[in-house]
Nanobody
Framework: QVQLVESGGGLVQAGGSLRLSCVAS????????MGWYRQAPGKERELVAA???????YYADSVKGRFTISRDNVKSTLYLQMNSLKPEDTAMFYC?????????????WGQGTQVTVSS
């Protein structure tokens, strides 16, 4: 079992920055791909960014150039640096982890951390 705990969400003005963290505990050493999803009210959950165990990133078009995903495998921690935030980034952000190289169907989810961007 793996437990994922997110932190770092909050309220920020448009143009501001936030850094999300996700700590994996339990059998975290077996985790391969990790990612960040978000879900806004009334919308489906969407993959924002993902990263392989080796550090290869993927970004959704909507966040390219603004968000940076990274991970520290020693600390079993995933990060999401979010810059130039927009009101449309407001959502619950979820950390996800997969035993495979594909995070599109995660094995584990965190409980979520709220990000609210005011205009």
């Amino acid at each position: 079992q793996v437990q994922l705990v997110e932190s770092g969400g909050g309220l920020v003005q448009a143009g501001g920055s936030l850094r999300l963290s996700c700590v994996a505990s339990g059998s975290g050493f077996r985790i391969n791909a990790m990612g960040w999803y978000r879900q806004a009210p009334g919308k489906e959950r969407e993959l924002v960014a993902a990263i392989s165990r080796g550090g290869t990133p993927y970004y959704a078009d909507s966040v390219k150039g603004r968000f940076t995903i990274s991970r520290d495998n020693v600390k079993s921690t995933l990060y999401l640096q979010m810059n130039s935030l927009k009101p449309e980034d407001t959502a619950m952000f979820y950390c996800a982890a997969s035993y495979s190289a594909y995070v599109g169907d995660p094995d584990y989810w965190g409980q979520g951390t709220q990000v609210t961007v005011s205009s």
